[in-house]
């Protein structure tokens, strides 16, 4: 019968222990409403078909509603919408509870991409893994203007907002991939702001940490998804290593450390480069993307000025998606500056 | 109003129409019934254009990702969309154009009670409109009509001549509010009681109550958001110390009365026509009357459940849930006395009953699935989905748009004296009720699968259920020029309607179709309620 109705009413698969819950309700509404609006309509038309005009100067009596029948038809409606009030208000209680035990995770919306820090260490843009079976609770904040944070098979929603923190928790019941909306109209890629929840095995999920600890950057944002739904802007290097190659960046840039017509990307990100000028600058995010719109303005010495200019060729989200992929090209571990626990084993991997 | 009124078919020798024909007469006409007209001129064009970027959305839906226009011209126009739908078309559409016109007839007054304010009413729209339509050609504002802080305070498109248009406009609602208030209070004709107004007076009471009342809170916040995009001072935006949350309740505090604004007048509408389609009193007069009352006072206090995933308290949510319990009773006290009324009465089915009937399906299903969004935990999965877009399209384009035609198809003979061609009303009323449910039911599964509004691209999965929407929405879209087309053919060509084509006891139709300048050619006398059907011709005519 679930199985049925959920099909006829195209919801997604009840991927959380509140979906369960708060499906069962949305049934009874939607199934009363349709009945009400159906028998409406049909003793509507009853009545023109039993009460049709018959002559042009017909005369009708005088009715006016009993006090018991005007009373019904306050009273029968209105109990109705209470019951439905008293059993979503409860749901929406335990949604806005999250059980103690549960796991934290911080997240960060900004236009237009997600990103989750764990209190073990890592980071994660675009993917939230978390294990099954095992409340998680989501702090959420936003850099810019106000996004929305949207599982539909968890059937979970809260808007992120700028300048204060928000909370909503869930419990995946069953490992998988679910796709991540913003609901909350962002500006012009709202409609790309899509991301990931992959629910793990609670062992896998405790390997996967244990990965990141390692520093294992490379592993951080997720494997190739088989669902083009989510992959599209799920994983933001991934994305990247493509524009690279879709732009030509890396007939002039590689990434394994050899010299070439412009500077490596491994180990660029954070690096102290000397600029022909003298200067010296930190090659952060503000000057890759600077170099990639304007490339004569910062020259790093012993380099010719030949790179072209992609303003207006690289859209903002493929600069972003690109940066990405020049941080994640490290000859050794990130080191991961924002978490509040950072515990790390001192394993050099390469 | 001799007895022989009912009888008198064909076409007055002087009206209103005909009383001056220069341009100059119409602009500085200060009669109710012209003021109306220009009116209905002027919504008309704002549900084309309205309607031609609803259009153009639902045909960059017929493929994910890029189909003819980009994002940022998406986001441009479902924000025009909706501020012209809202502002442009929805509010004034009931209140200023039958409101306008049959108002001091149906209480046999000879003009509302400010002539020169009605006005200036009209010309207060204009220039909210000029101001959006320059807004529009510059590129305009791509927040959405709910202009959210603080994107709404840091996008570089046009926003701040549009907040500026529609915050003129909103002098416009709130005079014709004030105008309708004092001209029911002080110039009833004599013997018309409260208890003898008709319906539709009642409804259009309730409406501009919440004009004057709500709309100068749109005026604040639209200036407060104009103040912060355009001098940079931290009213809503966090990283300026503002309150992005402040912002949605001040909005929402005038946008949920103000859908009240839009669906009460068609409410009116219908408990007018209900009783002339099926020539029978009202069931429950007090009731309807009331519950306008009871909107307009409780669709105050509901505006939170607009909010419910918005960050605002798990106490705030159960108040503002139960509240909007409350005010869903208003409504389904009158869907009941709408259907009661059709019981035992003398029914004929013409083009008005056709929307009669589709009004009572899109608002039930429309209303109770209003309700259900107001039920918390749901609207948690449903918000900001398609199946909001779906409910509030079933109650503002299903329920109001339906009041609208409704309301034209019954007082077109009485504006113009002239009938339409019935077969193609017919026509066009099944071709518009259908089109509108193949493209709204699609909507509210889109919903259910967790399609977000405000999506220019989308994800794959979605697809077909966006193909049958647009489909849906073409189907609307020949049945809004099916009307257009014999609505001006029948301005010429129809058949003369004479006073009173439906037979019914409104007090509107007493006077000749169309009107005297000054309404009646003697004052009436009132002597019997709106809706007594029970009362031979001859009897309820002898006033």
């Known amino acids: ?117 764990y209190p073990e260490g890592p980071n994660a843009i675009g993917v939230l893994r978390v294990p099954a079976n095992r409340p998680v609770r989501l702090m959420m904040t936003s850099r810019d203007v106000i996004h929305s944070f949207f599982v539909p098979a968890f059937r979970v929603k809260q808007d992120v907002l700028p300048g204060r923190y928000t909370e909503t928790w869930f419990e995946a019941i069953q490992p998988g991939r679910y796709q991540l909306l913003c609901a909350e109209y962002c500006g012009t890629n709202h409609s790309l702001m899509l991301g990931e929840v992959i629910v793990l095995r609670p062992d896998e999920f405790d390997s996967w940490l244990a990965d990141q600890r390692r520093g294992r950057a490379l592993q951080q944002d997720g494997a190739p998804t088989a669902d083009e739904d989510v992959t599209r802007q799920a994983d933001l290097v991934r994305q990247g290593e493509r524009f690279a190659v879709q732009y030509g960046c890396v007939k002039c840039h590689s990434i394994d450390g050899s010299p070439h017509i412009g500077p490596t990307w491994l180990d660029l990100f954070l690096r102290r480069e000397e600029l022909e000028g003298g200067q010296t600058i930190i090659a952060d995010e503000a000057y890759l993307t600077e170099s990639m719109m304007d490339p004569r303005a910062k020259i790093v010495r012993g380099f010719n000025p030949v790179m072209p200019v992609f303003k207006g060729r690289l859209a903002g989200p493929e600069a972003a998606a690109i940066v990405e992929y020049i941080k994640s090209l490290r000859s050794e571990p990130l080191e991961q500056a924002r978490s509040r626990r950072p515990v790390y084993e001192p394993i050099r991997s390469r | 109003m001799s007895p022989s009124a009912l009888d008198e078919v064909g076409f007055p020798e002087h009206h209103y129409l005909n009383a001056g024909t220069t341009v100059r007469s119409w602009l500085l006409t200060t009669d109710h019934k012209r003021i109306g007209v220009m009116y209905l001129v002027a919504v008309i064009l704002a549900l084309f254009l309205g309607g031609m970027f609803a259009l153009l959305l639902r045909f960059e839906h017929l493929t994910p990702g890029p189909t003819y226009i980009d994002a940022v011209t998406y986001n441009r126009f479902f924000t025009l969309h909706g501020v012209i739908m809202v502002w442009f078309f929805l509010i004034p559409a009931i209140p200023s154009v039958f409101g306008n016109f049959l108002l001091p007839i149906m209480i046999g007054a000879k003009d509302v009670a400010f002539p020169r304010l009605n006005l200036a009413s009209v010309y207060i729209y204009a220039v909210g409109a000029a101001f959006t339509t320059w807004a529009m050609i510059h590129g305009g504002a791509d927040t959405g009509w709910t202009f959210y802080t603080p994107y709404s305070t840091t996008t570089s498109t046009v926003v701040a001549p549009i907040l500026l248009g529609i915050f003129i406009l909103g002098f416009s609602t709130i005079v014709t509010g004030i105008n309708f208030i004092v001209t029911i209070h002080t110039m009833r004709g004599p013997g018309l009681t409260w208890m003898r107004l008709p319906l539709f007076v009642w409804a259009i009471y309730g409406t501009a109550i919440i004009q004057v009342l709500a709309t100068p809170v749109l005026g604040l916040v639209l200036l407060l958001v104009g103040v912060e995009h355009l001098l940079g001072f931290g009213l809503f935006d966090p990283a300026r110390g503002g309150d992005p949350i402040l912002f949605q309740h001040l909005f929402w505090f005038y946008s949920h009365p103000a859908v009240y604004i839009m669906i009460l007048p068609a ?125 509030f399209h079933f109650i503002m384009v299903g329920a109001a748009l339906m009041g609208f035609l409704a309301a034209l198809h019954y007082w077109f003979p009485k504006m113009f004296g002239r009938m339409y061609h019935e077969g193609w009303g017919l026509v066009s009323a099944t071709l518009i009720i259908l089109g509108f449910n193949a493209t709204f039911i699609p909507q509210f599964l889109l919903g259910n699968l967790g399609m977000p509004r405000r999506y220019y691209d989308y994800p794959v999965r979605f697809q077909s259920l966006h193909v049958a929407s647009t489909a849906g929405s073409t189907l609307l879209f020949f049945g809004f020029v099916i009307i257009f087309i014999y609505l001006v053919l029948a301005l010429k060509y129809g058949r003369a309607a004479g006073r009173n084509p439906w037979g019914s006891r409104g007090f509107e139709w007493d006077t000749s179709s169309p009107p005297p300048t000054h309404n009646f050619e003697q004052l009436p006398v009132f002597t019997h309620g709106p809706h007594e059907y029970q009362l031979a011709p001859e009897v309820s005519n002898a006033a």
């Open chain 2, 267 to 391: 409410m009116g509408v219908i408990s007018e026509t209900v009783a002339a389609a099926a020539r029978k009193n009202v069931f429950g007069y007090r009731a309807v009357a009331y519950s306008s009352l009871g909107i307009a006072l409780v669709g105050f206090f509901t505006w939170g459940h607009h909010m419910f995933v918005a960050g605002q308290g798990v106490f705030d949510a159960g108040a503002f849930g139960v509240l909007s319990m409350f005010v869903g009773i208003f409504t389904s006290i009158k869907v009941f006395t709408w259907v009661g009324t059709l019981y035992r009465g003398a029914i004929r089915f013409t083009t008005p009953f056709a929307y009669i009937c589709g009004f009572l399906y899109f608002l039930v299903f429309g209303g109770m699935t209003g309700i259900a969004v107001a039920t918390v935990s749901l609207d948690v999965h449903w918000h900001d989905t398609y199946f909001v877009v779906a409910h």
């Open chain 1, 1 to 117: 019968m679930n199985e049925l109705l959920r099909n006829v009413l195209f919801l997604p698969e009840q991927a959380s222990t509140f979906a369960r819950k708060v499906d069962s309700l949305h049934y009874f509404v939607i199934i009363t409403t349709m009945i009400m609006s159906t028998l409406v309509g049909l003793t509507a038309l009853f009545f023109f078909v039993r009460f049709r005009r018959r002559s042009e100067t017909q005369t009708t009596p005088l009715l006016n509603p009993p006090w018991w029948l005007e009373t019904m038809f306050v009273v029968v409606p209105l109990a109705f919408f209470l019951f439905w009030f008293a059993r979503g208000y409860t749901d929406y209680v335990e949604l806005k509870t999250p059980p103690k035990n549960s796991m934290d995770v911080y997240v960060q919306a900004k236009q237009w991409m997600w990103k989750f820090s």
